[in-house]
């Protein structure tokens, strides 16, 4: 089951902070929670979350309000069909810290694949340096997270962890 919430966050960061303050302490093995960008009835990001073991487990968060069910129902279609989502909290997401090479993030979280800007695949034995912050989106059916060069000589997620507002310098 993959339940589909829309409750008016109207940013990513928000979004976060309450998955993380809701579900973050569940130890739930199998967990992913995504983030959706929606349009309709305005701009906000809405919830999907899906959790086969323990699904009851669920039962207490808050419900969509009827306006923003369309979001919450097209949320949750697309995680169910992974074809979209910016996955938040994942099987493995605690051991996303330091430099792991490319294999080890495969081996040890759900992420199935590491793609560098462009669309080539990282291979096995690339270090990785995760800065904390990895957050892969379903593409075509998988879990993948996108990088790009970093000055360690490895990759780096390419979604920043404090990334710097948009005209913060004018």
Do not use: K, N
């Not at 579900?23 to 349009?39: E, I, Q």
């Not at 992420?111 to 462009?118: P, Q, W």
């Amino acid at each position: 089951m993959i339940l589909g919430l829309s409750l008016g966050h109207r940013t990513v960061r928000e979004a976060e902070h309450w998955l993380t303050e809701q579900l973050g302490s569940l130890d739930l093995p199998d967990l992913v929670a995504c983030t959706h960008l929606v349009t309709a009835p305005y701009p906000h990001v809405a919830l999907s979350i899906a959790a086969p073991v323990a699904a009851d487990r669920l039962a207490g968060l808050p419900t969509t309000p009827p306006e923003l069910r369309a979001a919450a129902d097209r949320s949750a279609a697309e995680h169910a069909a992974r074809r979209s989502g910016r996955a938040v909290l994942y099987p493995g997401v605690a051991r996303m810290v330091g430099t792991l090479t490319v294999g080890e993030v495969v081996g040890v979280s759900a992420i199935e694949r590491v793609v560098l800007l462009g669309g080539a695949t990282a291979g096995p034995e690339v270090p990785l340096e995760t800065r904390g912050f990895v957050r892969p989106q379903w593409r075509d059916g998988q879990l993948v997270l996108v990088a790009m060069p970093h000055h360690s000589g490895g990759v780096a997620p390419f979604e920043v962890p404090d990334p710097t507002p948009c005209c913060a310098d004018h």
